[in-house]
C-alpha cells in the first residue's frame, strides 16, 4: 500500500512539473519543445491505463449495484 502512495505522489508531482513547463514555455528551445511534449504524452497514456484499470476495479460493483435496483422495479 506504501508504494502505491509514493507512486501517486510522484504522478501528481510530474503533472505539476508539466504545468510549469508548459508556463515557462520556449519554443526556440528543441529541448524544450521535446521534453514537454514526451512528458505530456507520458502522463496522457499513465492517465488512460489507470482510468481503465479503474473502470474494470468499479465494474463488479457496479454490476451488483445494477442487478439489485432491476430486481427492486
Known sequence: MK????VNIIYK?????????????????????YITL???ILL???AVIRAINLRNEWRPIAEEYFVNNIDEK
Open 13 to 33: 508531482t510530474l503533472w505539476l512539473v508539466l504545468f510549469f513547463l508548459i508556463i515557462t514555455f520556449d519554443r526556440s528551445n528543441t529541448y524544450s519543445v
Open 38 to 40: 514526451s512528458l505530456l
Open 44 to 46: 496522457t497514456i499513465i
Open 3 to 6: 508504494i502505491n502512495y509514493i
